[in-house]
């Protein structure tokens, strides 16, 4: 994502913007955290819509606590904010750049669309759980419907999705101490259900359920849920005042966000989490009442990240320690975070799943949580190889080969990006 600068042309290098490819880079660690808990297809599951399974031990009652407390439905509001901010940026840099209107939007729906095709593909080879393609619809829906709308506009919508979850939460919270606690409980919502298809050992039928959950998981989470596309309106917002760029002219409001939004996040991961351990007991109809709060309050952990981290990005900058091998390794990953995101699927999938090798049957969730570390460091150690040899990432580079046409007339359609523009095109899964 771009620098935002009145000067027309390209921007260098050496302005580009950290916090979003410091967000990016960290975060796709509770991305990995967050989908491995997927694929422990043999353990003995929970009652209720959890998909941690019953713990077998201290460690597993730790693994899952964290998890659900800072890491599920907490990680996701986050990228899609960003995902928001990035469309703002490229296309304000593209116009600043000579591009008229038509041609910018033409480009974001291209964009969005063959986010959508990456999503699917995803969804048939490795992962039901694909993000990609919700982030496509959702943007092709609220680029149409609110991207070249008046700040206005996409504060009083924000605030109205957020009221609709926020009654929701209410009402499911309230409701709790009414729901049954008969022994018959049926918990309404069975999730192992849609990850059947890591336990089924057949390549084929396993693809198949991929991609019949596949449209539920992008329009549900896309628009449905809310979240996300509120997280994309507050991105469409914050990139037209460069929050990121300069987070310095923004720090109280960043520190009120993150400190607000993380303790939100967190208190409102603690009831299932307590639930999970054991430490609540609530039947399997009682606990699915627990899931629209525990959503709703994600929104708030992941904007709470986000601000969080362009504070550090800020405190980096401000003492010249932006060169360090660590913060350039999850810079570089930011940089390529589609690549490292379908990579953790390919690192994962064939490896974890029954229909590949299945060593998932012999893990349980402390295990699978350190696999997780292990496969997100893997992919930073990737993306800084890449990084040094001056090399994009392979998803970056072709999803930027098909939304990008050339144009006989300059100014009028957007063009392929010279290398120094290449930040502003990430695609954040």
Request: one cysteine or more; charged letters at 15%.
């Amino acid at each position: 994502m771009p620098r935002q600068t009145p000067v027309l042309g390209p921007t260098g290098t050496t302005d580009r913007a950290l916090a979003p490819d410091l967000a990016r880079g960290f975060m796709l660690l509770f991305i990995a955290l967050a989908n491995s808990v997927w694929y422990l297809w043999a353990a003995t599951p929970s009652d209720g819509p959890a998909m941690h399974p019953v713990p077998e031990g201290s460690l597993d009652s730790a693994a899952q606590f964290f998890t659900i407390v800072a890491v599920d439905m907490r990680s996701y509001p986050m990228f899609a904010f960003l995902f928001g901010y990035g469309m703002t940026q490229l296309a304000r840099r593209q116009e600043a750049a000579g591009a008229d209107v038509r041609g910018v939007n033409a480009l974001l729906r291209r964009r969005n669309l063959w986010l959508v095709v990456f999503g699917f593909v995803h969804a048939l080879l490795l992962w039901m759980g694909d993000i990609l393609g919700a982030y496509g619809v959702a943007g092709l829906v609220l680029g149409w419907l609110f991207f070249r709308r008046r700040d206005v506009t996409l504060v009083v919508w924000g605030a109205v999705l957020t009221g609709l979850m926020a009654l929701g939460s209410a009402l499911s919270l309230l409701a709790l101490p009414f729901v049954s606690g008969s022994e018959n409980a049926s918990g309404g919502l069975d999730m192992s259900e849609m990850a059947g298809n890591i336990g089924d050992p057949s390549v084929l039928s396993a693809a198949a359920d991929r991609v019949l959950n596949w449209p539920l998981v992008s329009v549900g989470q896309g628009l449905l849920g809310l979240v996300v596309p509120t997280a994309i309106l507050l991105g469409f917002w914050a990139a037209r005042r460069g929050f990121l760029e300069e987070p310095g002219r923004h720090l109280t409001a960043l520190r009120w966000v993150a400190g607000l939004g993380i303790t939100v996040g967190w208190l409102g991961g603690l009831p299932e989490a307590l639930n999970q351990v054991g430490l609540w007991d609530l039947d399997p109809d009682q606990s699915l009442m627990l899931t629209f709060p525990h959503m709703f309050t994600g929104l708030f952990g992941g904007l709470g990240y986000v601000a969080l981290i362009a504070l550090v990005a800020h405190r980096l900058q401000e003492r010249g320690r932006t060169g360090g091998v660590v913060v350039s390794a999850l810079t570089a990953t930011g940089k390529r975070s589609l690549s490292a995101y379908l990579a953790q699927s390919v690192l994962c999938a064939p490896v974890l799943a029954a229909w590949g090798l299945g060593l998932a049957a012999h893990m349980t969730s402390w295990t699978m949580f350190l696999y997780a570390v292990a496969v997100w460091l893997a992919t930073v150690a990737g993306a800084l190889a890449l990084e040094r040899a001056g090399r994009r990432g392979p998803a970056e580079v072709l999803l930027r080969r098909l939304s990008y046409r050339r144009s006989p007339e300059p100014g009028r359609t957007p063009s392929a990006p010279s290398p120094e523009e290449e930040h502003q095109e990430r695609t954040s899964p």
